[in-house]
C-alpha cells in the first residue's frame, strides 16, 4: 500500500474553523465522488485542535517552523496507480486539486508519497 501525506496550511486570510469546514464539508466529499476512479483505498482528514497549544510548541522548539493546519492522508494499491493516464483519473486529480486552491497554501504544504512500516499496530 502506497500513502500519500500532505501536509496543510490554510490560505492566508482563513481562520482554522473556516478552513476545517470547508475542508470536511466541500472537499471531503469531492475525494469521496472521485476515489473509485483515482483508485484511492482510503482518505483521512487529520484536523489540528489547540492552536495555543502549536504555538507554546513552536517556542519549545527554539521557534521551528509554524504548525500545520492539517494532514491529508490517502492510501492506494501501487506508485502506478497514483499515475494514471486514463481521462477520467486525470480530470479527477485536475478537479481536486482546482478546489484545493480554495483554501489550500499550497506553496507552503508539503506533499510526498511513501510507503508505510508499521510498527505497533
Not at 481562520?15 to 483515482?38: D, I, N, S
Not at 506508485?79 to 486525470?90: C, F, H
Amino acid at each position: 500500500m502506497i500513502k500519500l501525506t500532505h501536509c496543510l496550511r490554510r490560505k492566508p486570510g482563513m481562520t482554522v474553523e473556516e478552513f476545517q469546514r470547508y475542508w470536511r464539508e466541500t472537499h471531503a466529499p469531492l475525494v469521496e465522488a472521485r476515489a473509485e476512479v483515482l483508485g484511492i483505498k482510503r482518505y483521512v482528514q487529520v484536523h489540528t485542535v489547540l492552536p495555543a497549544v502549536n504555538a507554546a510548541l513552536q517556542a519549545r522548539n527554539g521557534g521551528s517552523p509554524e504548525a500545520f493546519d492539517g494532514v491529508a492522508e490517502l492510501w492506494v494499491e501501487s506508485v502506478e496507480a497514483m499515475g494514471s493516464t486514463d481521462p477520467a483519473a486525470r480530470q479527477a486529480a485536475a478537479d481536486l486539486l482546482a478546489d484545493e486552491r480554495n483554501f489550500i497554501d499550497l506553496e507552503a504544504s508539503p506533499i510526498w508519497i511513501a510507503e508505510e512500516h508499521p510498527v505497533i499496530g
